[in-house]
């Protein structure tokens, strides 16, 4: 239990994030409140839920209401289907009302999930420091949230604005990269591409976590605090996909197509995509992600605040993997992926 509980609300408490907070939060002693769109399952423990969303000033007033913290979650963040404008209206747009309604009740903290997308096509190192260059609707309006926090920072005095940009963000209870990855040596159908050795950072959700609480217990001299969440040292896509082959305890392949090859069996695939909309679990965009584009970024900001991971890299995916094989194999995909209409706001 913390020393001093306090009301903390998560906005997206609902989601594979949200729900490791909400956990955290409710272990150490404080009260938590969640807004979201989406009604939370038991993985998600809270004292309250608001069912709204974050474009919609009267929920977040609701929500928000004798709250001392703000841990800042939902977001339009998924790559498909989703239009522009709908970005910006959620990850820029509701910030401005989040903000708002937090200088009408008088809360001067928030922690905000941005993404390590907003660094886009920079040149590496990619630290804190580095010019954001953001190439995605995702990356671009996740930058547009951040400059509304530094604006709402630089309003009065005491505020403070802490921001993660985490890279891929894994772990039990998550659907998305890391576990199509081990569903797919599970089942024989993934395969190496020959030669590969581009970088792919990683962030373990029993790590980040703890890592954002710690920085927020802390404190921080800066009233708008950027860090950068990756687990490290990085490994390759080669060896992450290793580690989940001896994590499943599964042969490794003898066949290792070229890249090229590999792009060239997806090609279908992006017809089919294009023709009836579906997002399939093979593309040529999804093989150059995991084969060929690099995504290697920095964290020696929180390093030397004094945080220590709990689980290496490979602890983390070997946790997944047994969670994949206890679980996950025979649980049918959550996503908490909004409904149409949420986007016609």
Known sequence: MSAQPKKIVVTGGSGFIGAYFCRFLKE??????????????????????VQGDIRDAEAVRDAFGGCQEVIHLAAAHHDFGIEEQTYFDVNEGGLEIMTSVMDELGITSITFYSTVAVYGD?????TEETLPQPESFYGKSKLAGEVVLKAWVNKGDGRHALVIRPTVTYGPDNFANMYSLLRQIDKGKFFFA????????????????????????????????????????????????????????KPLPKFRPPTWLLLLGAKP?????????????????????????????????????????????????????????????????????????????
Request: aromatic share 10%.
């Open 28 to 49: 150490r002693g404080d009260e938590v409140v969640i807004l979201d769109i989406i009604e939370p399952s038991k993985k998600s423990p809270h004292d309250r839920f």
């Open 122 to 126: 920079a040149t590496p190192p990619l």
């Open 194 to 249: 020959k030669g590969s050795s581009n970088i792919k950072s990683l962030s373990y959700i029993e790590n980040i976590v703890p890592a954002t609480m710690f920085l927020l217990d802390k404190g921080c001299d800066e009233k708008f605090a950027i860090y950068n969440y990756i687990d490290k040292p990085d490994l390759t896509s080669v060896e992450i996909a290793k580690t989940c082959y001896e994590s499943l305890k």
């Open 269 to 345: 695939f992006d017809i089919v995509i294009a023709l009836t909309g579906k997002n399939l679990p093979v593309s040529t965009a999804r093989v150059k992600k995991l084969f060929v584009h690099e995504t290697k970024f920095e964290a020696q900001k929180i390093l030397d605040a004094g945080y220590v991971a709990e689980a290496s890299v490979r602890e983390g995916i070997d946790r997944t993997a047994q969670w994949y094989k206890q679980v996950g194999e025979n649980e049918s995909a959550q996503w908490h992926q909004p409904p149409k209409e949420i986007y016609k706001k």
